[in-house]
């Protein structure tokens, strides 16, 4: 498979399964996280997905498409590593759906992450809540759900809280 093959699977399956998790969710309140604004290509598709939640993006840096960046309130710029164990004070619900986009692209990067980035996902997401993430996460409490058939391969995985 060549790596635009691929990339078009995994942008793909991250749309598909993000839609998924939204019809799973349906109305149970909560509100959504995206960790990893980037270029705010998967913010602006939440946004479009989830219209009446509030959306909480979180990035090092604002590097989006100007269209596409929350305002100031739903922003959270800085380090995930304090940001997501300091913005209580900002969210006035956990969230229903914690979306991790945050693949480096190296193993050992990717590793590093998940140690310190799975704690922090498992505290916030509420109970019943969804993650979709790009890399496997150590969630204890937390099952995987079955990807939908007829979604492209891809790295991405789903859990549940229970
Ligand atoms: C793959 S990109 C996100 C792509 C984005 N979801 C999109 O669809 O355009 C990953 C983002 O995570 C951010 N990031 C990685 N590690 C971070 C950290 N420790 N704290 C804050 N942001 C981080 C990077 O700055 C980068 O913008």
């Not at 749309?15 to 290509?41: D, M, Q």
């Not at 990035?59 to 739903?74: L, Q, V």
């Not at 922003?75 to 480096?104: E, F, K, N, Q, Y």
Request: glycine share 10%.
């Amino acid at each position: 498979m060549s790596r635009l093959e691929s990339a078009i699977n995994r942008l793909t399956a991250q749309k598909a399964l993000l839609e998924h998790v939204a019809g799973l969710i349906g109305e149970a309140s909560g509100t959504v996280f995206e960790l990893g604004l980037g270029n705010g290509r998967t913010f602006d598709h939440l946004r479009q997905i989830f219209p009446t939640r509030e959306i909480f993006a979180f990035d090092r840096a604002i590097r989006a498409h100007a269209g596409c960046i929350p305002d100031a309130e739903h922003m959270i710029v800085g380090d995930m590593r304090d940001t997501l164990r300091l913005c209580h004070p900002r969210i006035p619900a956990p969230p229903v759906l914690v979306h991790v986009d945050m693949g480096a692209g190296d193993a050992t990067a990717d590793l590093a992450t998940r140690e310190w980035i799975s704690p922090l996902v498992a505290g916030w997401t509420a109970v019943g809540g969804y993650v979709v993430t790009d890399r496997p996460l150590e969630l204890p409490g937390y099952a995987e759900v079955a990807r939908p058939a007829g979604v492209p391969a891809s790295p991405h995985l789903i859990y549940r809280r229970g």
